[in-house]
C-alpha cells in the first residue's frame, strides 16, 4: 500500500504540460504508484508536438505562416485546414503534395522536426478556420490551432466637403461597406477623436456574412474643420478612413437685416410719392375745372 502522505503528493500532483493531462489521462488521476507516475512524466516530457501560432488573425489575401514541432519519430506529417487536406510530408522523401495556395519551408534539426507551413492567400470565411498538423504514426497525433480571417471593407463620408454659417447644427453620415467581423467606427475632427456620445452606428450582416455600418455624427458648426470617418477591424492595417472639409463663414443675419429695412423704406417711399403724385393731379384737374367755369360765366 502506498503511504498516506505520499498518496496525498501524488493526488495534487499537476501535469507538467496544459497538454499532458489530455494525452495521459491516468498518469494524473491521482491514484498511480509512485514508480509508475515517474515513467508517465519521464514520457510526458520526452515527447511533445506544438504547432504555433495557437490563434492567427489575417486579413483575407494575406501571407500567413505557421510551425509545427516534434520530437517524435514519423513517417507521414498531413497540415489540413478546415477539414480539407493541403499539405502532406514525408520525413524520409519530403514534400508529398500540397495545395497551390501554400508553401512548406524545413527547418528541421537533428533532433527536431520543424516543418512551417506557408499560406500565401488566406481565404475570408466568416466562421473560425481550424488548422491540423497531423502525424501518423505518433502517440501525439495531432496538434490544431485557429485561423481567423478579417475582411477589410471601404469607407465613404456621404455629404462631402460642405460651407455653412456659423452656429448651424451640421449632420454628417459615413457608411462602412464590405467588413467582417462588424467593423468599430469611429470620427475625428481635426484630428481629435470625437466623443461616442456624440454619434451613432448602426450595422447589418448581409447574406455573405459581411456587415454594413452606418455612422451619423451631428455637430454645431464653431470653427472650419477637416471630419473624419475611421473604421476598423482586429487584424493589422486593417484601417480605412474618409475625409471632407467643413467650411464654416460668418452669420449674415445683420445684412439681411438691412436689406429688409431698406426695401421696407423703398416700399413705404414709392407709396407717398405715388399718393402725392395722384393728389397733385387731382387738384390741377379741379383747379383746371373751375377756371373754365369762370371763363364760361
Known amino acids: 500500500m502506498t503511504h498516506p502522505e505520499r498518496r496525498k503528493e501524488l493526488q495534487i500532483f499537476s501535469p507538467p504540460c496544459p497538454c ?9 488521476s491521482g491514484n498511480m504508484h509512485g514508480h509508475i507516475l515517474q515513467l508517465c512524466v519521464i514520457q510526458a516530457v520526452a515527447s511533445f508536438l506544438h504547432l504555433e501560432p495557437k490563434t492567427a488573425t489575417v486579413l483575407r489575401g494575406s501571407e500567413v505562416r505557421f510551425n509545427c514541432s516534434t520530437d517524435e519519430s514519423w513517417d507521414v506529417m498531413t497540415w489540413l485546414l478546415g477539414g480539407r487536406t493541403i499539405l502532406s510530408i514525408s520525413e524520409v522523401h519530403g514534400l508529398l503534395g500540397r495545395d497551390d495556395s501554400v508553401w512548406t519551408v524545413n527547418h528541421s534539426l537533428s533532433s527536431v522536426s520543424v516543418w512551417e507551413l506557408v499560406l500565401m492567400n488566406a481565404s475570408f470565411s466568416p466562421t473560425v478556420q481550424e488548422l491540423t498538423c497531423e502525424l501518423l504514426p505518433t502517440k501525439i497525433s495531432r496538434s490544431t490551432a485557429d485561423l481567423f480571417v478579417q475582411e477589410k ?6 455629404e ?10 451640421v449632420t ?25 456620445g456624440d454619434y451613432n452606428t448602426s450595422s447589418l450582416q448581409d447574406p455573405s456574412g459581411l456587415f454594413n455600418s452606418t455612422s451619423v455624427l451631428e455637430m454645431k458648426a464653431e470653427a472650419s474643420s477637416a471630419v473624419e ?6 487584424a493589422a492595417l486593417a484601417q480605412q478612413t474618409s475625409s471632407v472639409k467643413l467650411t464654416v463663414v460668418a452669420p449674415q443675419t445683420t445684412q439681411q437685416d438691412h ?12 407709396i407717398i410719392l405715388l399718393a402725392a403724385l395722384i393728389l397733385i393731379l387731382c387738384y390741377r384737374k379741379k383747379r383746371t375745372k373751375l377756371s373754365s367755369e369762370n371763363k364760361c360765366r
Open 20 to 28: 499532458c493531462a489530455e494525452q495521459w489521462p491516468d498518469c494524473f
Open 229 to 234: 470617418c475611421v473604421a476598423s477591424v482586429s
Open 259 to 270: 436689406t429688409v429695412v431698406i426695401a421696407v423704406i423703398v416700399s413705404v417711399c414709392t
Open 172 to 196: 454628417f453620415r459615413c457608411q462602412a461597406l464590405g467588413w467582417y467581423p462588424k467593423p468599430s467606427v469611429s470620427w475625428l475632427v481635426n484630428a481629435t477623436a470625437v466623443d461616442r
Open 160 to 169: 462631402g466637403d460642405l460651407s455653412v454659417q456659423e452656429g448651424m447644427l
Open 153 to 158: 471593407g471601404n469607407v465613404r463620408i456621404l
